[in-house]
């Protein structure tokens, strides 16, 4: 029997991010649209364990933000509030004139299993960009330019599949119910 595999989450661009590596790897993904009762926790792990606790086996959530390292570690968990208050604007705003511009987007999974929640973890390195610039992709990925690059992953989807905070941690996850 083919087993059944739930997102749950109600950011589309997460989605399709997660689901297009599942059928690279000839799994289906359903997605659950809805949200889950947040935690005020220090780290993303923090937030999406307590959370993955109440779902039911096979469904999964992940909890994802953006640290910049001359902020110490800020928006990290507020990214949502951040985001939706001064938004790349305000972050923007907040970095004029700080030379460090280095940051990471963290994402989370917290899969659900029987007995379980399993986490899994990836980070992308990258410097926060002088300017808002392109126009793919979602939230902060106008300002974020992964290393080793030029481009934000805003101007530069493609370079976004491949080496994403979520397509790593999404991997691990595949890699594990693969293996399961
Ligand atoms: P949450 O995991 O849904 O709480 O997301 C935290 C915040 O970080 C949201 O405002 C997202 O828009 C933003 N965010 C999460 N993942 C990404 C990403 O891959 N690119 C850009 N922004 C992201």
Known sequence: MRRR????????????EAEELFIE???????????YPEIQGDTLEEVAMAAAKALEEGVFIEDSGLFIDALKGFPGVYSSYILKTIGNEGILRLMEG????GARFESVVAYR??????????????NISPSIRGSAGFGYDPIFIPEGHARTFAED???KKKISHRVKS?????RYLKEM
């Open 5 to 16: 595999y739930v997102f749950l989450t109600s950011n589309g661009h997460k989605f399709r």
């Open 98 to 101: 700080v030379e460090d511009r």
């Open 25 to 35: 790897e000839g799994l289906a993904l359903e997605w659950r649209r809805g949200s």
């Open 170 to 174: 999404i991997k691990m996850l595949i």
């Open 157 to 159: 989807y493609a370079i």
């Open 113 to 126: 299993g029987r007995d379980e929640v399993k986490i899994f973890k990836g980070v992308v390195r990258g």
